[in-house]
């Protein structure tokens, strides 16, 4: 009994050291996503928690958080009593802004311009896809009854939607049924270990800070090709087949966000993140013409833009900035918006015709502070 108790202590005392030493540090705690279920089919975090959320094994980003009382991160909370004008912003981590304060991530920055005349909420979840916006689209119709929604289209929005792809727990996915599409739900349900676990800061900074999970994936695959959709498919005939099934998934989405959203395509804006980083430089933004990435991205504008919706092509936007000043949109360990980013996406979205019926607003962009 000695013995196995000198070998308990010798294996758990670093441990125990280490995690000591994690909690004196300001690593990320989130909070909880809730089960998703048939009976609750809508992804969101426990409603109400003040966070801290870091990122980089230095924890070069470090942001004060806030879930509301629908459990999304935004500073407000939401009130489907209301009948002001609303705009719902609907997306992945990019909405969700954990790289930025509460209050600075481009839909809370736009409520704030029309305080007094409406409302911008916001969705967003990380790892979302189109498929998963469609939901996010008819939960808001429901709960909120929106006068337009803006989605933010991301590169990999496209593949991540199929289950074919993807299936990770509690979101919905394209699902094949013979003739088509059909939207099919992963439940989540967090287990019990996972609780116990989460409550390690050395754990959670393995797992938030340093990325464990997309680092092994990486490794896994040991692809030196900077195009995603070429890593992830590994042979040319795959990878074509990946961009023929996105294809679909894109006019599927587009088909059906009317009957999710219950708006005409005339109040629906599709906002589409710049080649990053490949924008900074002509050189390698031509050479990204040849990606995959890039024909998705075409495709999506092309079908959105045929079926009547308006779309914000952020990248002339960004690109100008750059040239102007040197402006860069991300971090140096993060590739997702900084703070300068969502001011210029919330510039972009003040500017549109969407924006400006439903506020009644001019589309000069200085009421919503691009500056630096």
């Given at each position: 009994m000695k013995k196995v108790f000198f070998y308990c202590v010798l294996i758990l005392l670093p441990f125990l050291i280490m995690e000591g030493f994690f909690r004196l540090l300001p690593v990320s705690n989130p909070p909880y996503l809730l089960p998703v279920t048939a009976e609750h089919p809508v992804v969101h975090y426990q409603p109400n928690i003040e966070y801290l959320s870091s990122g980089g094994w230095n924890f070069s980003i470090r942001t004060r958080m806030h879930?509301?009382?629908?459990?999304?991160?935004?500073?407000?909370?939401?009130?489907?009593?209301d009948t002001t004008p609303l705009l719902m912003v609907i997306g992945d981590s990019f909405v969700e802004a954990l790289t930025v304060d509460s209050g600075k991530s481009a839909a809370e920055i736009l409520n704030s311009a029309v305080s007094g005349r409406g409302r911008v909420y916001s969705i967003g979840v990380s790892g979302a896809a189109l498929s998963q916006y469609l939901a996010f689209a008819e939960f808001s119709k429901n709960s909120f009854h929106p006068s337009a929604m803006a989605f933010f289209i991301i590169d990999n929005d496209f593949d991540e939607s199929l289950l074919k792809y993807k299936a990770e727990p509690r979101f919905h996915y394209f699902k094949e049924n013979g003739h088509g599409f059909e939207l099919q739900l992963v439940d989540y349900h967090r287990s019990a270990i996972k609780t116990f676990l989460r409550k390690s800061a050395l754990l959670r900074y393995v797992m938030f800070n340093l990325q464990a999970g997309a680092t092994l994936e990486r490794l896994r695959h040991r692809c030196q090709s900077e195009d995603p959709y070429a890593c992830a498919a590994g042979s040319p005939a795959a990878l074509e087949q990946r961009i023929v099934d996105s294809q679909r998934a894109v006019d599927y989405f587009l088909d059906q966000v009317p009957v999710k959203s219950g708006l005409g395509r005339d109040a629906v804006i599709f906002v589409l993140d710049p080649m990053r980083p490949a924008m900074y430089s002509p050189e390698e933004l031509r050479k990204a013409e040849n990606s995959s990435i890039y024909r998705m991205r075409?495709?999506?504008?092309?079908?959105?833009?045929?079926?009547?919706?308006?779309?914000?092509?952020?990248?002339?936007?960004?690109?100008?900035?750059?040239?102007?000043?040197?402006?860069?949109?991300?971090?140096?360990?993060?590739?997702?918006?900084?703070?300068?980013?969502?001011?210029?996406?919330?510039?972009?979205?003040?500017?549109?015709?969407?924006?400006?019926?439903?506020?009644?607003?001019?589309?000069h962009a200085s009421s919503v502070g691009a500056g630096n």
């Open positions: 879930t509301n009382n629908f459990g999304y991160n935004n500073l407000w909370d939401y009130h489907p009593e075409q495709y999506f504008k092309t079908q959105a833009s045929a079926r009547g919706y308006q779309v914000i092509d952020l990248q002339p936007a960004f690109i100008h900035r750059h040239r102007l000043d040197g402006s860069r949109f991300e971090f140096p360990t993060d590739n997702h918006w900084n703070g300068l980013a969502n001011r210029l996406v919330a510039e972009e979205i003040r500017k549109s015709t969407v924006f400006s019926r439903i506020f009644h607003t001019e589309t």
